[in-house]
């Protein structure tokens, strides 16, 4: 585990944030600008030191003030990728990606990272003539190429418009099954976070409100309140079953044993995915429909009413045979309908309400 505890002074803030963060795969931290994200990536790196605390990566000691260990950044083995690529513009590609390059030069661990990060017909350009997503592929391989133990980036997106983000977002889905080493990915974008992110901490004024499995952390009461009604959905893990054979649909296997109708043509039976259902995308009823165009009704048990922000609006937290499920439903419906938590109910989810951004490779 990456183990974190520790507290500095940041004017009028104090950062203090206790998390285990796993040894691999992708952990997000969120939280608003001024939240402390940045502080907390600059003193994993050895960048900034804490006033006290500790940093445990593995077995190894970072930070320990009570033990006087704080190693320097060169020390702790770390990449870093920062929100503007940092390229050296009088060297080339291919020598901002062997600049700090360690030992003997390995061609096949170069050739590796370049395939990866599709970066074959830009070796010999210079950066002033790279987009802004190129720059940051570049980035990301230097930092790869250094064989670190961890690797932090630190909103590597914030500075690219839209098309470059959708550019470089595979390239580090990619990254994330392919390479086998933690990394913490600093971001205030939800949408960044479900597409790669496997656990989510979470710190609001400098203090870690909750850490954990993505999913868990998605439907926990404390994350609930930063999301907007748009922003509500739930996470449901599932695996590729089989595509229809007449229609452009792609049937889901949950794991909790149900089917979802996707508007997809997943072809990788046996693939994990994460389906991102939007809250607003789902409706209740108190009796099966017949002869309904909605291809996913399926059973389901109201768990709990909360209220909203917006009064005309609740929120319905639903149970999916053990798998929490959101629906957002008028005031005028709940009382209609006289719902309350226990009710035997089905849920309507439109499978056209799902798109590529709501369907993620695990």
């Not at 961890?150 to 470089?168: C, F, G, N, V, Y």
């Not at 979470?202 to 993505?214: E, F, N, Y």
């Not at 739930?234 to 590729?240: H, I, R």
């Not at 044993?257 to 809250?279: M, T, Y």
Request: charged fraction near 20%; proline fraction near 5%; charge should be positive.
């Amino acid at each position: 585990m990456l183990t974190i505890k520790v507290k500095r002074q940041l004017g009028a803030t104090l950062l203090d944030v206790a998390a285990e963060l796993p040894l691999q795969g992708v952990s997000a931290v969120f939280g608003r600008s001024g939240a402390g994200k940045t502080s907390l990536i600059n003193i994993l790196g050895g960048l900034a030191t804490p006033d006290s605390g500790e940093i445990r990566l593995g077995d190894r000691w970072l930070y320990h003030s009570a033990k006087k260990i704080n190693l320097p950044p060169e020390k702790r083995n770390a990449g870093f990728v920062f929100q503007d690529a940092r390229l050296f513009p009088h060297y080339r590609v291919r020598g901002n990606l062997n600049y700090g390059r360690k030992g003997q030069r390995q061609s096949s661990e170069f050739d590796t990272v370049v395939q990866l990060l599709g970066l074959e017909s830009l070796l010999e350009r210079y950066p002033t003539s790279l987009s802004g997503g190129e720059k940051q592929r570049v980035a990301i391989g230097r930092a790869l190429l250094t064989q670190p133990e961890i690797l932090l980036m630190d909103e590597p997106l914030a500075s690219l418009d839209l098309p470059r983000k959708r550019e470089l977002l595979p390239y580090l889905q990619r990254l994330a099954r392919e390479f086998n080493l933690p990394i913490v990915y600093v971001s205030h974008s939800l949408d960044e976070i479900l597409q790669l992110a496997d656990h989510m901490l979470v710190i609001d004024k400098g203090r870690a409100v909750i850490s954990g499995p993505l999913a868990q952390v998605w439907d926990s009461a404390e994350l609930r309140p930063w999301l907007s009604q748009q922003e509500q959905s739930s996470l449901l893990q599932a695996t590729v079953a089989e595509t229809h054979g007449n229609y452009a649909m792609t049937r889901l296997q949950l794991d909790n044993g149900a089917s979802l109708w996707v508007n997809k043509v997943l072809r990788d039976q046996g693939e994990r995915i994460r389906v991102r259902v939007h809250s607003n995308q789902v409706s209740v009823c108190t009796q099966k429909p017949v002869g309904s165009s909605i291809r996913n009704i399926l059973p389901v048990t109201l768990e709990q009413v909360n209220d909203t922000d917006n009064r005309d609006y609740v929120q319905l937290r639903l149970q999916l045979a053990g798998t929490p499920l959101w629906a957002n439903i008028t005031r005028w419906s709940l009382d209609e309908l006289a719902l309350q938590p226990g009710a035997a109910l089905f849920a309507q989810i439109k499978g056209v309400s799902l798109t590529d951004a709501d369907l993620v490779h695990s």
